[in-house]
């Protein structure tokens, strides 16, 4: 994650199958960086608001009289930016992201496996595919929230038509996601930005020049898209936006869609003259390329929002630019497969983190080239489960499909993988809500949590997932345990599987079976679990908080949202638990107290002390009976907050 000594270029590209250690540009554009000095502790950020091609150098140019130095260069547009002192990292990322906009609260179903492939709806027969797919997802018992329609549906002979449906096949769409909605699985279609020249609404839309001009403002300015030649649609005229937005509509939301993927939306025009409207005032194109994809998505949300004014939008996008957090999901696009992007994207997502984009992910297993081998795709899906985005997603070049059950040998162990996901849901909900109500970034380098040891400064695969979970993902082939630093200046470690407490500040070993990732949890922690026992048939609430006490004496609270996990948050659609542990030498004494008014789905709450604990466990004063270490305590005995 130290860039120093790199030179990097902000320009979204669509690089499939790019190196996930070395390609640059990729697909965002997000130019800011942060800076940490050792020798002070001090952090501070600098974001340039330039949209524009840029250059940042970081140390790669030296000069005999000044040495190594750094350097930022766009080629039009303004030079405006903002220093962010922290003086903590924590500071400045938080600042960033406020500065920015804040992250969408997306809905619970949002965080649940959601099943993807090109294959599907490239194939001839999409719809009874997609059948397959659910029939399958019964059949082997795999958990499955959304599913994510490539853009094989908008298709004519293999070239894609945005907005059009192809009905030879999808004969029956609407049975199609009837069929999804009654088995508890959402749909996200897929919509791009460039229509191509012989798109059926093309020469209507280039009458009304709605799309991006050419240098001269005399015709739309073309492009090479999916192998063909198109024009990008200009969001920054109010008639692209009207249009746009009514397509959404009628074309996806009303026949019951759920969401929308904008995909494909890095702008690549390459003509540095071409005009955009400007809302009025014709400005170069150069200086708004980043811009476009943003107007993109605030259009797809904001249909989204007035069809369904009460329900929380979810949508994805893969290009962007900072602010993109405020409307979209995202993730690191189209991944090679190979150990070396599973190990890199995982810098990816902390680098995106770090810049105040915190709804994230990756294309588990690897999005292009062969199909994964069992192993990789296993330690892909435990790397995936810890992150807010969690999709299996590919187009392999040996015509074969990523899905959970493509290996029988490993097919039990990816199934309890998804379901070990169901059961932390609670945690990375709570986590995706501090990152929308208080700026917090869902996963984290460990050094941000734990600048104070500088071994967490050493180049690490680690990463923290929330403030209490340390995910140690196995990223080299053959593996059988991994290696993991516990930061200092903590009260130990816990082993999530194991329940064995380890002390800080030192280097251990633990176990890295295909069915139990490598999960460390800081002394004091709180984890909120789904106990009950999920299955693609059945869904249903109940509550389990799994302690992880300090090890002699100590302090710590935890504040739980819960809510229905798809309206608008209001006063009287949430509640909010807060847990405070106190652990001394001989007991550990939980206080619970409530607020809100919304209606839990269960009525109580079971608390797990590890296995090996021997003190006392206490809940608002009172000893509860424990079975195997799990003790019960009733809702209605929560106290009210003050």
């Known amino acids: 994650m130290n860039r120093h000594g790199r030179r990097y270029r902000m320009h979204s590209l669509d690089p499939m199958g790019y190196d996930a250690e070395t390609t640059d540009p990729l697909y965002k554009h997000i130019p800011y960086y942060l800076t940490y000095q050792p020798e002070t502790k001090l952090s ?63 809905p619970k179903w ?27 997802c019964e059949e082997h018992d795999i958990i499955c929230d959304s599913f994510q329609l490539s853009s094989g549906y908008t298709s004519i002979e293999d070239k894609r038509y945005v907005f059009h449906w192809n009905k030879e096949k999808f004969p029956n769409p609407e049975q199609l996601f009837k069929k999804f909605h009654d088995q508890g699985v959402r749909l996200c279609a897929n919509i791009k930005p460039c229509l191509l020249t012989d798109h059926p609404k093309y020469k209507e839309l280039a009458d009304a020049n709605m799309f991006i001009q050419n240098p001269a403002g005399t015709e739309e300015e073309r492009a090479q898209f999916w192998d063909e030649t198109g024009a990008y649609l200009d969001f920054t005229n109010e008639k692209t936006i009207k249009w746009w937005k009514e397509q959404v509509t009628e074309q996806l ?35 708004l390329r980043a811009i476009q994809p943003l107007l993109m998505m605030k259009a797809s949300y904001e249909a989204q929002k007035e069809y369904a004014p009460n329900i929380r939008p979810y949508l994805i996008s893969r290009s962007g ?37 915190y709804n994230i992910g990756h294309d588990v297993g690897g999005f292009a080239g062969p199909a994964p081998e069992p192993e990789l795709f296993v330690r892909w899906v435990q790397n995936g489960i810890f992150h807010p985005r969690f999709t299996i997603h590919s187009w392999n070049s040996d015509q074969t499909v990523n899905v959970p059950w493509m290996y029988p040998e490993v097919a039990e162990d990816i199934k309890n993988l998804i379901k070990f996901r169901y059961q932390l849901t609670p945690y990375l909900y709570n986590a995706l809500y501090e990152a929308h109500a208080y700026y917090r970034p869902v996963i984290r380098p460990v050094f941000y949590e734990f600048s104070g040891d500088e071994r967490t400064f050493e180049p690490s695969d680690d990463f923290m997932l929330g403030d209490a979970m340390l995910v140690a993902s196995v990223v080299e082939k053959g593996a059988t345990t991994r290696q993991v630093y516990l930061p200092a200046f903590v009260d130990g470690w816990y082993d999530y599987h194991e329940e064995n407490w380890y002390e800080g500040g030192q280097t251990i070993t633990v176990p890295a079976p295909f069915d139990k990732p490598p999960l460390l949890i800081k002394a004091g922690s709180m984890i909120p679990t789904n106990d009950d026992q999920v299955t693609f048939a059945v869904r249903k609430e109940s509550r389990g908080i799994k302690l992880f006490p300090h090890a002699m004496e100590g302090q710590s609270e935890y504040t739980l949202f819960e809510d229905d996990g798809v309206s608008i948050i209001g006063d009287t ?26 209606q839990l789905p269960y009525e109580q709450i079971h608390f797990y002390a590890p296995r090996n604990e021997t003190r006392k466990l206490l809940i608002n004063g009172k000893e509860l009976e424990s079975q195997e270490n799990c003790f019960s305590f009733a809702v209605s005995e929560c106290e009210a907050d003050a």
């Not at 595919?129 to 029939?135: D, E, G, I, S």
């Open 44 to 106: 501070f950020g600098i974001f340039y608001d330039n949209m524009s091609q840029s250059v940042f150098d970081m140390g790669n140019e030296m000069d005999n009289y000044h040495g190594l130095y750094r350097y930022f260069q766009a080629i039009d547009g303004d030079l405006d930016y903002y220093i962010v002192l922290g003086p903590e990292m924590k500071q400045v990322v938080e600042r960033i992201s406020w500065l920015t906009g804040q992250t969408i609260f997306a």
């Open 321 to 357: 630019c900072p602010g993109m957090q405020r409307y979209v999901q995202t993730w690191s696009g189209d991944n090679y497969t190979e150990w070396k992007a599973l190990k890199y994207n995982i810098k990816m997502g902390l680098g995106l983190s770090l810049s105040g984009i």
């Open 573 to 598: 659609t949430f509640t909010k638990i807060h847990l405070k542990m106190t652990t001394t030498a001989t007991q550990i004494d939980v206080h619970v107290t409530k607020t809100g008014a919304y």
């Open 253 to 287: 939301l009303n026949r019951h869609i759920d969401s929308t993927w904008n995909d494909n939306n890095e702008f690549e025009i390459w003509t540095r003259d071409a005009k955009c409207h400007g809302f009025g005032t014709i400005v170069d194109f150069e200086k």
């Open 110 to 136: 949002s965080l649940g496996y959601s099943g993807s492939t090109m294959s599907y709806t490239d194939a001839p027969d999409a719809q009874v595919q997609l059948h397959k797919f659910l029939a399958l």
